[in-house]
């Protein structure tokens, strides 16, 4: 443990106090219903903190480079490349259609909490800690367009843990000057389908708080490590 708050303390301003922030958002959110655990989405972001305001994505230069550090083999054994047509809308709705199978899916996605981590100087892009809800689509929701987007992207799966490397053109937006843009976005997941029931809930049916934190942890030292990745190509 010390060890590795050490190796954060390299990264983040204050890890610490951020790790138990991120692990009380999450633990206080499931404690109040535990069913919700199934459609619970858990994201890190690699973006740029600019005052008050969190702005997602990378340079293309640290895309390329970090996507190819992971697809030399170094970390995930399994790949797995999508390109999907997205359509979002200010009702939360999120509806995505492979364009090689043609299969769509459609989510409300609801937006939970945020934690923001600062990363020291030496490091290019800041971190962003997303807690959401995705549930199915309600039928005969009416929804507000808001934007569309193409994204390629490829996924890194290792154990629990899905490494999303995605460039993304918007196509279509309220706002046309966004319209065609290109974006690189960095984000590590938490697939909650593959996390150890018996380690996360316990036998009184409670949430294992000492668990969450395990996986904060594990999540902000797999940040740690892409930032360092970044570093060294930069």
């Known amino acids: 443990m010390d060890q590795d708050l050490a190796k954060l303390s390299k990264c983040f301003v204050n890890p610490q106090a951020s790790i138990y922030?991120?692990?009380?958002?999450?633990?206080?959110?499931?404690?109040?219903?535990?069913?919700?655990?199934?459609?619970?989405?858990?994201?890190?972001?690699?973006?740029?903190?600019?005052?008050?305001?969190?702005?997602?994505?990378?340079?293309?230069?640290?895309?390329?480079?970090?996507?190819?550090?992971?697809?030399?083999?170094?970390?995930?054994?399994?790949?797995?490349?999508?390109?999907?047509?997205?359509?979002?809308?200010?009702?939360?709705?999120?509806?995505?259609?492979?364009?090689?199978?043609?299969?769509?899916?459609?989510?409300?996605?609801?937006?939970i909490g945020t934690v923001d981590m600062t990363t020291l100087h030496t490091f290019p892009f800041d971190v962003r800690v997303c807690l959401s809800t995705e549930t199915p689509n309600v039928p005969g929701l009416n929804p507000d367009?808001?934007?569309?987007?193409?994204?390629?992207?490829?996924t890194f799966l290792h154990k629990c843990w899905k490494f999303d490397f995605?460039?993304?053109?918007?196509?279509?937006?309220?706002?046309?000057?966004?319209?065609?843009?290109?974006?690189?976005?960095?984000?590590l997941e938490l697939d909650i389908s593959q996390v150890d029931r018996k380690s996360l809930i316990t036998s009184e049916n409670n949430i294992n708080k000492r668990y969450i934190h395990f996986l904060v942890l594990s999540g902000l030292l797999k940040c740690c490590d892409m930032l360092q990745f970044i570093e060294e190509k930069e």
Request: proline share 1%; net charge neutral; with cysteine.
């Open 145 to 154: 367009f808001h934007i569309e987007r193409i994204k390629q992207r490829n």
């Open 21 to 111: 922030s991120i692990a009380d958002m999450i633990y206080n959110f499931v404690q109040q219903d535990p069913s919700s655990i199934d459609n619970l989405e858990i994201e890190f972001r690699l973006g740029t903190q600019i005052g008050k305001r969190f702005v997602t994505g990378v340079t293309e230069k640290a895309f390329v480079s970090i996507n190819d550090k992971f697809q030399s083999g170094l970390i995930g054994k399994t790949m797995v490349s999508t390109r999907v047509k997205q359509m979002c809308f200010s009702s939360g709705l999120r509806i995505e259609q492979d364009l090689d199978t043609m299969n769509t899916v459609s989510v409300i996605k609801k937006k």
């Open 166 to 187: 995605t460039s993304v053109q918007q196509t279509m937006s309220i706002e046309r000057d966004d319209d065609n843009k290109m974006v690189y976005e960095l984000e």
